[in-house]
């Protein structure tokens, strides 16, 4: 049977493309369910406040960067979005004198407009924004060498090498709307995935890349960095790929309540713990790699009811 059309946007695959038996089963969990659905390789964790979440999310680039040492070089790749945990890095790493110099660090992704990524002086550059919140907050005796930090562009060339001879301890991400991690978003519904998505084998081959950004998640970012102004977002991105992700040890995933709703939380959670894996859901191919965790503040979880406003 042929699988149905978007309700979001037809030309594209996203998750409302999946058998609704599936989408009914997710919205059918509640809060305490959840951790249930931890399984070898995937680990559910729920923090009660918002205080303890974001510092939890700090700690694991404190955790990746004391790993680091001259004959094995380790670090971290981070997200913007969110970007709470950033300043309580910068920090933890001031009040514990914790040298980077051996320490890397991968930016996840980041706009791109003509066929560039955008420059700092972007409104939404996502390397200014993580040099802003934590680099340049960090004691210049303690900071990390230039060479070390790592912003993706739009010649993936430098981006990629870099991932070679350094551990990533930890990839973190958050979840958008459209369910994707970085900027790994659903394809479009053309060409040889007109009647069914990229498989996953398939789709983890791709690596760091330049981009279409579904619009879900241009309407998503104007929502949640823009006050609402589609202009303002840029229609494509250079996003670290699932081979990067894949040299990763430890995929962390941050479920704040802030980005993705009560809905797109429970799905994925059931996906992954299911080892359910589809590409019109970018986040539930993570249920093929050997160590993922979710974390989720409690506060954000919601529930899944009929409520009018």
């Not at 390397?127 to 802003?132: F, H, K, P, S």
């Not at 090498?161 to 979840?175: F, P």
Request: charge should be negative.
């Amino acid at each position: 049977m042929a699988r149905r059309l978007s309700k979001l946007a037809p030309d594209w695959w996203d998750y409302t493309t999946l058998d609704q038996e599936l989408l009914d089963d997710a919205a059918s969990l509640k809060a305490e369910d959840l951790p249930s659905l931890s399984r070898e390789g995937f680990r559910v964790v729920i923090y009660d406040t918002l205080e303890e979440f974001y510092l939890a999310e700090a700690l694991e680039y404190i955790e990746a960067w004391r790993q680091a040492t001259p004959d094995s070089p380790a670090g971290i790749c981070g997200p913007i979005g969110p970007t709470e945990q950033l300043p309580l890095v910068a920090r933890l790493v001031n009040a514990l004198d914790l040298n980077l110099r051996h320490a890397h660090f991968w930016g996840m992704d980041e706009w791109v407009l003509d066929g560039r990524e955008v420059p700092p002086e972007h409104p939404l550059s996502f390397a200014r924004t993580d040099r802003e919140l934590c680099f340049d907050r960090i004691r210049p005796e303690l900071a990390m060498p230039e060479e070390n930090l790592h912003f993706p562009r739009a010649d993936v060339t430098e981006y990629e090498q870099s991932w070679e001879g350094v551990r990533c301890v930890v990839m973190q991400g958050g979840q958008g709307d459209i369910k994707h991690w970085a900027f790994n978003d659903p394809v479009r519904r053309e060409g040889a995935y007109r009647d069914e998505p990229p498989s996953p084998e398939e789709y983890l081959k791709l690596g760091t890349r330049v981009v279409d950004l579904h619009p879900v998640t241009i309407m998503q970012n104007a929502r949640t960095s823009g006050s609402g102004n589609v202009s303002l977002v840029p229609t494509q991105a250079v996003t670290v790929g699932p081979v990067q992700t894949w040299k990763a040890e430890r995929v962390s995933i941050w479920h704040a309540g802030m980005h993705d709703n009560p809905f797109g939380q429970r799905l994925t959670t059931l996906m992954i713990s299911k080892r359910i894996a589809d590409s019109a859901v970018p986040m539930s191919l993570l249920s093929l790699h050997p160590n993922v965790q979710f974390n989720f503040y409690r506060g954000g979880i919601g529930v899944c009811e009929v409520e009018m406003h």
